[in-house]
Protein backbone atom coordinates (compact mmCIF):
# COMPACT_ATOMS: atom_id res chain seq x y z
CA UNK A 1 0.00 0.00 0.00
CA UNK A 2 2.58 2.32 1.01
CA UNK A 3 4.49 1.92 -2.06
CA UNK A 4 1.94 2.55 -4.85
CA UNK A 5 1.46 5.60 -2.62
CA UNK A 6 5.04 6.69 -2.87
CA UNK A 7 4.98 5.86 -6.58
CA UNK A 8 2.06 7.62 -7.25
CA UNK A 9 3.39 10.87 -5.70
CA UNK A 10 6.74 10.60 -7.73
CA UNK A 11 4.57 10.14 -10.82
CA UNK A 12 2.58 13.08 -9.73
CA UNK A 13 6.17 15.14 -8.58
CA UNK A 14 7.63 14.45 -12.29
CA UNK A 15 4.53 14.96 -14.28
CA UNK A 16 4.20 18.28 -12.72
CA UNK A 17 8.01 18.89 -13.22
CA UNK A 18 8.13 18.14 -16.78
CA UNK A 19 4.18 20.05 -17.43
CA UNK A 20 6.28 23.33 -16.35
CA UNK A 21 8.64 22.93 -18.53
CA UNK A 22 6.36 22.59 -21.53
CA UNK A 23 7.67 24.16 -24.87
CA UNK A 24 11.00 24.68 -23.45
CA UNK A 25 14.36 23.85 -24.21
CA UNK A 26 17.70 22.36 -22.89
CA UNK A 27 21.12 22.48 -23.36
CA UNK A 28 23.92 20.47 -22.07
CA UNK A 29 27.53 21.03 -22.79
CA UNK A 30 29.44 17.35 -22.71
CA UNK A 31 32.93 16.80 -22.68
CA UNK A 32 34.34 12.24 -23.39
CA UNK A 33 37.39 11.16 -23.88
CA UNK A 34 37.50 8.54 -26.94
CA UNK A 35 36.85 5.21 -26.12
CA UNK A 36 34.19 5.77 -24.11
CA UNK A 37 30.10 4.94 -24.04
CA UNK A 38 27.76 7.76 -23.15
CA UNK A 39 23.99 7.66 -23.14
CA UNK A 40 22.00 11.02 -24.40
CA UNK A 41 18.30 11.04 -23.23
CA UNK A 42 15.61 13.11 -23.80
CA UNK A 43 13.86 15.73 -22.49
CA UNK A 44 11.69 14.85 -19.51
CA UNK A 45 8.41 13.51 -20.56
CA UNK A 46 5.41 12.87 -17.91
CA UNK A 47 4.94 9.29 -17.14
CA UNK A 48 1.03 9.65 -17.92
CA UNK A 49 1.54 11.17 -20.92
CA UNK A 50 2.12 9.29 -23.94
CA UNK A 51 4.32 10.71 -26.28
CA UNK A 52 3.61 10.92 -30.09
CA UNK A 53 7.20 11.08 -31.79
CA UNK A 54 10.72 11.55 -31.01
CA UNK A 55 13.09 12.68 -33.43
CA UNK A 56 17.35 12.83 -33.15
CA UNK A 57 18.77 15.19 -34.82
CA UNK A 58 22.51 15.04 -35.35
CA UNK A 59 25.00 17.46 -36.84
CA UNK A 60 28.65 16.00 -36.79
CA UNK A 61 31.92 18.60 -36.45
CA UNK A 62 32.47 17.37 -40.16
CA UNK A 63 29.01 19.10 -41.26
CA UNK A 64 27.07 15.35 -41.06
CA UNK A 65 23.75 15.76 -40.51
CA UNK A 66 21.76 12.40 -39.39
CA UNK A 67 18.31 11.60 -38.27
CA UNK A 68 16.61 9.48 -36.15
CA UNK A 69 12.96 8.99 -35.44
CA UNK A 70 10.60 7.18 -33.74
CA UNK A 71 6.55 7.12 -34.34
CA UNK A 72 4.46 5.45 -31.68
CA UNK A 73 0.74 5.53 -33.31
CA UNK A 74 2.61 3.57 -36.19
CA UNK A 75 5.48 1.81 -34.64
CA UNK A 76 7.94 2.57 -36.86
CA UNK A 77 11.54 3.88 -36.79
CA UNK A 78 13.58 6.17 -39.68
CA UNK A 79 16.87 6.53 -39.89
CA UNK A 80 18.83 8.70 -42.16
CA UNK A 81 21.89 9.08 -42.69
CA UNK A 82 22.89 7.12 -39.81
CA UNK A 83 23.98 3.90 -40.48
CA UNK A 84 28.09 4.26 -40.17
CA UNK A 85 28.17 6.55 -37.52
CA UNK A 86 28.17 4.25 -34.67
CA UNK A 87 24.79 5.66 -32.76
CA UNK A 88 21.66 3.29 -31.99
CA UNK A 89 18.81 3.39 -29.82
CA UNK A 90 20.35 2.88 -26.33
CA UNK A 91 16.85 0.37 -25.41
CA UNK A 92 13.43 -0.21 -27.18
CA UNK A 93 12.60 3.80 -28.67
CA UNK A 94 8.86 3.07 -27.41
CA UNK A 95 10.26 2.62 -24.30
CA UNK A 96 13.08 4.67 -23.80
CA UNK A 97 14.20 6.84 -26.62
CA UNK A 98 17.43 7.51 -25.91
CA UNK A 99 21.17 7.32 -27.62
CA UNK A 100 24.07 5.00 -27.23
CA UNK A 101 27.20 5.91 -28.50
CA UNK A 102 30.00 3.17 -27.79
CA UNK A 103 32.76 3.66 -28.27
CA UNK A 104 32.99 7.23 -28.73
CA UNK A 105 35.44 8.77 -31.50
CA UNK A 106 36.21 12.00 -32.82
CA UNK A 107 34.27 12.12 -35.24
CA UNK A 108 31.28 11.85 -32.78
CA UNK A 109 31.85 15.57 -31.62
CA UNK A 110 29.13 17.76 -32.45
CA UNK A 111 25.06 18.57 -31.94
CA UNK A 112 22.49 16.63 -31.03
CA UNK A 113 18.93 17.48 -30.59
CA UNK A 114 16.36 15.13 -29.21
CA UNK A 115 12.59 16.64 -29.56
CA UNK A 116 9.69 14.67 -27.95
CA UNK A 117 6.08 15.55 -29.67
CA UNK A 118 3.23 14.80 -26.93
CA UNK A 119 -0.70 16.39 -27.05
CA UNK A 120 0.23 19.19 -25.13
CA UNK A 121 3.42 20.94 -26.71
CA UNK A 122 7.28 19.54 -27.42
CA UNK A 123 10.13 19.26 -25.39
CA UNK A 124 13.68 19.62 -26.67
CA UNK A 125 17.06 19.32 -24.86
CA UNK A 126 20.27 20.10 -27.49
CA UNK A 127 23.67 17.84 -25.94
CA UNK A 128 26.55 19.99 -27.47
CA UNK A 129 29.57 17.14 -27.31
CA UNK A 130 33.34 17.39 -27.52
CA UNK A 131 35.36 14.68 -27.28
CA UNK A 132 38.35 15.02 -26.24
CA UNK A 133 41.71 12.92 -27.61
CA UNK A 134 44.39 12.01 -24.53
CA UNK A 135 47.43 15.02 -25.01
CA UNK A 136 50.65 12.83 -26.61
CA UNK A 137 53.78 14.93 -25.90
CA UNK A 138 56.78 14.38 -27.91
CA UNK A 139 60.11 16.20 -27.75
CA UNK A 140 63.63 15.92 -29.67
CA UNK A 141 66.36 17.13 -30.87
CA UNK A 142 66.74 19.05 -34.22
CA UNK A 143 70.07 19.69 -34.23
CA UNK A 144 73.22 21.01 -31.52
CA UNK A 145 71.37 23.95 -29.82
CA UNK A 146 67.12 23.28 -31.47
CA UNK A 147 64.96 21.20 -29.73
CA UNK A 148 61.17 20.44 -30.92
CA UNK A 149 58.11 19.77 -28.63
CA UNK A 150 55.05 18.58 -30.48
CA UNK A 151 51.77 18.20 -28.70
CA UNK A 152 49.07 15.95 -30.30
CA UNK A 153 45.58 16.67 -29.09
CA UNK A 154 41.66 17.13 -29.45
CA UNK A 155 40.26 20.53 -30.14
CA UNK A 156 41.13 23.11 -29.01
CA UNK A 157 45.39 22.65 -29.41
CA UNK A 158 47.20 22.79 -27.00
CA UNK A 159 49.77 25.45 -25.94
CA UNK A 160 53.14 24.91 -25.56
CA UNK A 161 56.27 27.61 -23.15
CA UNK A 162 59.60 26.60 -23.00
CA UNK A 163 61.86 27.18 -19.79
CA UNK A 164 64.21 29.37 -20.65
CA UNK A 165 63.15 31.40 -23.22
CA UNK A 166 64.50 30.98 -26.59
CA UNK A 167 64.09 31.71 -30.27
CA UNK A 168 61.18 29.71 -31.16
CA UNK A 169 58.57 29.26 -34.20
CA UNK A 170 55.25 27.76 -33.23
CA UNK A 171 52.45 25.83 -35.99
CA UNK A 172 49.62 23.87 -35.87
CA UNK A 173 47.71 21.92 -38.27
CA UNK A 174 44.98 19.12 -38.66
CA UNK A 175 45.95 15.63 -38.60
CA UNK A 176 43.72 12.82 -40.72
CA UNK A 177 42.03 11.53 -37.56
CA UNK A 178 40.60 14.56 -36.99
CA UNK A 179 43.32 16.01 -34.14
CA UNK A 180 44.88 18.55 -34.13
CA UNK A 181 48.56 19.01 -33.39
CA UNK A 182 50.83 21.72 -32.32
CA UNK A 183 55.09 21.75 -32.75
CA UNK A 184 57.05 24.37 -31.89
CA UNK A 185 61.02 24.44 -32.44
CA UNK A 186 63.25 26.58 -29.89
CA UNK A 187 66.91 27.68 -30.68
CA UNK A 188 69.34 28.59 -27.87
CA UNK A 189 72.37 30.56 -28.35
CA UNK A 190 74.26 30.19 -25.15
CA UNK A 191 76.44 27.31 -24.64
CA UNK A 192 75.52 27.85 -21.10
CA UNK A 193 72.13 26.50 -21.50
CA UNK A 194 72.39 22.62 -21.01
CA UNK A 195 68.98 21.50 -19.80
CA UNK A 196 65.35 22.72 -21.64
CA UNK A 197 62.08 22.24 -20.33
CA UNK A 198 58.96 22.20 -22.64
CA UNK A 199 55.47 22.09 -20.97
CA UNK A 200 52.26 21.44 -22.70
CA UNK A 201 48.80 22.73 -21.51
CA UNK A 202 45.72 21.65 -22.61
CA UNK A 203 42.18 21.24 -21.40
CA UNK A 204 42.14 17.48 -20.97
CA UNK A 205 45.84 17.72 -19.08
CA UNK A 206 49.12 19.33 -19.04
CA UNK A 207 52.30 17.57 -19.62
CA UNK A 208 56.08 18.43 -19.18
CA UNK A 209 59.29 16.85 -20.38
CA UNK A 210 62.69 18.22 -20.59
CA UNK A 211 65.82 17.37 -22.51
CA UNK A 212 70.06 18.24 -22.27
CA UNK A 213 71.26 19.71 -25.49
CA UNK A 214 74.96 18.71 -24.53
CA UNK A 215 74.40 15.00 -24.35
CA UNK A 216 75.66 15.23 -27.93
CA UNK A 217 78.97 16.86 -26.91
CA UNK A 218 79.19 14.86 -23.78
CA UNK A 219 78.70 11.73 -25.77
CA UNK A 220 81.24 12.89 -27.81
CA UNK A 221 84.06 13.75 -25.51
CA UNK A 222 83.38 10.25 -23.53
CA UNK A 223 84.07 8.64 -27.37
CA UNK A 224 87.03 10.26 -27.31
CA UNK A 225 88.15 9.83 -24.15
CA UNK A 226 87.51 6.28 -25.00
CA UNK A 227 89.43 6.43 -28.40
CA UNK A 228 92.66 7.79 -26.96
CA UNK A 229 92.58 5.64 -23.65
CA UNK A 230 91.84 2.26 -24.82
CA UNK A 231 94.83 2.42 -28.07
CA UNK A 232 96.78 3.41 -24.86
CA UNK A 233 95.77 0.90 -22.67
CA UNK A 234 96.14 -1.77 -25.11
CA UNK A 235 99.51 -1.06 -25.71
CA UNK A 236 100.60 -0.61 -21.87
CA UNK A 237 99.36 -4.18 -21.50
CA UNK A 238 100.87 -5.50 -24.82
CA UNK A 239 104.84 -4.34 -23.20
CA UNK A 240 103.68 -5.85 -19.67
CA UNK A 241 103.04 -9.09 -21.89
CA UNK A 242 106.68 -8.85 -23.67
CA UNK A 243 108.42 -7.96 -20.40
CA UNK A 244 107.24 -10.45 -18.46
CA UNK A 245 107.97 -12.98 -21.50
CA UNK A 246 111.88 -11.44 -21.50
CA UNK A 247 112.08 -12.03 -18.34
CA UNK A 248 110.66 -15.32 -18.60
CA UNK A 249 113.11 -16.48 -21.10
CA UNK A 250 115.93 -14.93 -19.22
CA UNK A 251 115.48 -17.56 -16.59
CA UNK A 252 114.67 -20.04 -18.83
CA UNK A 253 117.94 -19.83 -20.35
CA UNK A 254 119.96 -19.61 -17.15
CA UNK A 255 118.41 -22.47 -16.04
CA UNK A 256 119.28 -24.20 -19.24
CA UNK A 257 123.07 -23.00 -18.64
CA UNK A 258 123.58 -24.41 -15.24
CA UNK A 259 121.79 -27.72 -16.23
CA UNK A 260 124.59 -28.23 -19.55
CA UNK A 261 127.21 -27.40 -16.68
CA UNK A 262 125.81 -30.19 -14.31
CA UNK A 263 125.96 -32.57 -16.99
CA UNK A 264 129.07 -31.55 -18.47
CA UNK A 265 130.62 -32.16 -14.65
CA UNK A 266 128.92 -35.46 -14.39
CA UNK A 267 130.33 -36.50 -17.85
CA UNK A 268 133.64 -35.76 -16.75
CA UNK A 269 134.02 -37.53 -13.47
CA UNK A 270 134.95 -41.06 -14.85
CA UNK A 271 138.02 -39.17 -16.94
CA UNK A 272 139.60 -37.05 -13.65
CA UNK A 273 139.85 -39.97 -11.07
CA UNK A 274 141.62 -42.06 -13.83
CA UNK A 275 143.78 -39.06 -14.46
CA UNK A 276 144.04 -38.88 -10.55
CA UNK A 277 144.85 -42.97 -10.55
CA UNK A 278 147.55 -42.97 -13.75
CA UNK A 279 149.53 -39.94 -12.56
CA UNK A 280 151.17 -41.51 -9.07
CA UNK A 281 151.94 -44.55 -11.15
CA UNK A 282 153.96 -42.20 -13.66
CA UNK A 283 155.53 -40.24 -10.95
CA UNK A 284 156.33 -42.98 -9.07
CA UNK A 285 157.92 -45.07 -12.00
CA UNK A 286 159.82 -41.79 -12.95
CA UNK A 287 160.83 -41.47 -9.21
CA UNK A 288 162.36 -45.28 -8.90
CA UNK A 289 164.49 -44.81 -12.20
CA UNK A 290 165.70 -41.69 -10.98
CA UNK A 291 166.58 -42.87 -8.18
CA UNK A 292 168.04 -46.10 -9.28
CA UNK A 293 170.03 -44.17 -12.05
CA UNK A 294 171.67 -41.75 -9.19
CA UNK A 295 172.53 -44.49 -7.22
CA UNK A 296 174.14 -46.93 -10.06
CA UNK A 297 175.33 -44.01 -12.14
CA UNK A 298 174.28 -46.15 -15.04
CA UNK A 299 173.35 -43.95 -18.02
CA UNK A 300 171.08 -46.11 -19.22
CA UNK A 301 168.41 -45.12 -16.27
CA UNK A 302 169.20 -41.18 -17.04
CA UNK A 303 166.95 -41.71 -19.87
CA UNK A 304 164.46 -43.76 -18.13
CA UNK A 305 162.79 -40.21 -17.33
CA UNK A 306 161.70 -39.46 -20.91
CA UNK A 307 160.04 -42.51 -21.32
CA UNK A 308 156.70 -44.15 -20.67
CA UNK A 309 155.86 -46.86 -18.21
CA UNK A 310 155.63 -49.57 -21.28
CA UNK A 311 158.76 -48.81 -23.13
CA UNK A 312 160.75 -48.79 -19.53
CA UNK A 313 158.81 -52.60 -19.25
CA UNK A 314 159.97 -53.86 -22.53
CA UNK A 315 163.93 -52.36 -21.73
CA UNK A 316 164.12 -53.56 -18.49
CA UNK A 317 162.90 -57.55 -19.77
Given at each position: ???K?????????RE??C?S????E???????????????????????????????????R????C????????N?????N?T?M??T?????????????????????????C???IT?G?F?????????V??????????T?????????????A?IS??????C???????????V????A???E???VS?????VF?????????L???S???????H???Y???P????FI??????L????????????T???????????Q?????T????????????????AS????????M?Y?H?G????N????
Open positions: MDVGNTHENSEEESSRDGTEITTMSVQVDEKIVLSCPCVPPTVDFIMVTWKITLNQTNLKAYRRDRETADTCDGVWATRPDQNPALLIDPVTIMHEGTYSEVVKNQHDYHLHVSPLEVSIFKKDRTVVCKAVSGKPAWWTPEGKVTEQGNQRNSTFVQSCYWEDNTVNCSHWTGNKSLSELNGKRRLEITILITLICAVILIICFKTIGCRKCKLTKETIRDVEEDEMPYASYVKSNPLYDTTNKVKTNSSDGSPYLSQLPGQIQETV
